[in-house]
């Protein structure tokens, strides 16, 4: 069955560079998302990228898949406190996002 | 666009007992899922609704039920619940026919089973 896997935590710096990860195993994924979860909120879409393309990238975040490793990492450049939470990778047999299977979640915490 | 709300937003059901969690979703939005997160998880997929009938299924037993309705609305219901059924509950929705990605999630329901 598909899987998706990430590592539990990571404490940055402000100002600093966040790399969160994420393994996945299912070879026909065709789009990988990156969602963020603030306590008490729902799930915001980040950015997603398109099993095709090796890096996609928005402002401060840019996305690498590395497709032969089944790889996904999400990088936020000048990490900010408001970037505190909890970050999801997903993926998904479909471009519309339709029965995402979700890692279990990043928890970023940013020192001032 | 109003996003999607969900209600209640808490909720402590005794084991055994039937639970309906609701969703309102924007108007246009003809897809609906319904996600189980449990506590310090990732978000698991229960079913999808297009057009008020199913069609995806999660790794979830029958006494999950969904229902969807004309007017962009849905409900999630539950039998029988147990303990383990404690979770978060997040409803998500989107126009079929939209080209991009369109998913918008709400910011679920708490049930707590005891």
């Known amino acids: 069955g598909e899987d998706v896997e990430q590592s539990l935590f990571l404490s940055v710096r402000e100002g600093d560079s966040s790399v969160i990860n994420c393994t996945y195993t299912d070879s026909s994924s065709t789009y990988l998302y990156w969602y963020k979860q603030e306590p008490g909120a729902g799930l915001q879409l980040l950015t997603y990228?398109?099993?095709?393309?090796d890096m996609k990238q928005d402002q401060r975040l840019t996305v690498l898949l590395n497709k032969k490793d089944k790889h996904l990492s999400l990088r936020i450049a000048d990490t900010q406190t408001g970037d505190s939470a909890i970050y999801f990778c997903a993926e998904s047999e479909d471009n519309a996002g339709n029965m995402l299977t979700f890692g279990g979640g990043t928890r970023l915490m940013v020192k001032p | 666009e109003t996003g999607v709300t969900q209600s209640p937003t808490h909720l402590i059901k005794t084991r055994g007992q039937q639970v309906t969690l609701r969703c309102s979703s924007q108007s246009g939005h003809n897809t609906v899922s319904w996600y189980q997160q449990a506590l310090g998880q990732g978000p698991q997929f229960i079913f999808q609704?297009?057009?008020?009938?199913?069609?995806g299924r999660g790794n979830f037993p029958p006494r999950f039920s969904g229902l969807q309705f004309p007017n962009y609305s849905s409900e999630l219901n539950v039998n029988a619940l147990e303990l383990d059924d404690s979770a978060l509950y997040l409803c998500a929705s989107r126009r079929a026919d939209s080209r991009y990605y369109g998913y918008t999630f709400g910011s679920g329901t708490r049930l707590t089973v005891v």
């Open positions: 990228i398109f099993s095709n393309m």
């Open positions: 609704y297009y057009r008020e009938e199913e069609n």
